[in-house]
């Protein structure tokens, strides 16, 4: 199985709604990143993961909050979007412990907060 | 600071013919991966091809073959025998080895357009 699953695949939120965005991987991998991705744009990378605890935060507003439940799921909070938030955000996961570590992405939840 | 550089935003190439994707990159690090990834308008993101700094040898994945050259940070992508399930956004990305450092250096990106 080298599969990262997100649901939903798709998400319209109001401003004052709180939604959660899901990922999950059956791969083993201890790394699980949340990256955000506007039309033709290279993915940003929002926060990782590592062994279930943050390791990076990418200055990401509060509005979004993560959650490594497991290390095999990994959940985006999110709550009073703002409309320039709509975009496709993408789970990825990959080893830590050896040098072969490529992402191996999920298809993405594309949002729009209106 | 490492950064990735893709200069052809577009391109577009005829079914069965080859094509070169282009992307140079800046560092100062003499270890690191470097990446191509294709997404498709399916959104995936997928990896294509992985090229270890330390390895002389080009990579090839069957159609897939890269040109790096790490003295002058250049890491071209060949589409060899051109689908039209290639047509995709190509992105070039760039990985340190130093400490634990988990982040991707993205190039802006080449969309490709494939012509039957």
């Known amino acids: 199985d080298t599969e990262v699953t997100q649901t939903p695949k798709h998400l319209v939120m109001g401003m004052t709604n709180k939604k959660s965005l899901k990922c999950e991987q059956h791969?083993?991998?201890?790394?699980m990143y949340w990256y955000k991705q506007k039309a033709k744009k290279p993915p940003e990378l929002m926060f990782v993961?590592?062994?279930?605890?943050?390791?990076i935060n990418e200055s990401v507003p509060s509005r979004f909050s993560p959650e490594c439940p497991n290390s095999s799921l990994l959940n985006l909070h999110l709550h009073a979007l703002q409309p320039e938030d709509s975009a496709l955000y993408l789970c990825?996961?990959?080893?830590?412990?050896?040098?072969?570590?490529?992402?191996?992405f999920g298809q993405g939840t594309r949002l729009t907060v209106v | 600071a490492q950064t990735v550089t893709q200069s052809q935003p577009e391109m577009s190439v005829q079914e069965a013919e080859t094509v070169t994707l282009s992307c140079t990159y800046d560092?100062?690090?003499?270890?690191?991966?470097l990446f191509w990834y294709k997404q498709p308008p399916s959104r995936q993101m997928i990896l294509v091809i992985r090229?270890?700094?330390?390895k002389q040898q080009n990579a090839t994945e069957n159609r897939f073959s890269v040109n790096f050259q790490k003295a002058a940070k250049s890491f071209s992508l060949k589409i060899s025998d051109s689908q039209l399930g290639d047509a995709a956004m190509y992105f070039c990305?760039?990985?340190?080895?130093?400490?634990?450092?988990?982040?991707?250096?993205w190039g802006l990106g080449t969309s490709l357009a494939v012509n039957p």
């Open positions: 990825a996961s990959s080893r830590l412990r050896t040098a072969n570590t490529e992402a191996f």
């Open positions: 791969m083993g991998h201890r790394a």
């Open positions: 993961y590592s062994y279930e605890k943050l390791s």
């Open positions: 560092t100062s690090e003499s270890d690191y991966y």
């Open positions: 090229q270890e700094a330390y």
């Open positions: 990305a760039y990985r340190s080895l130093a400490g634990n450092n988990r982040k991707l250096i």
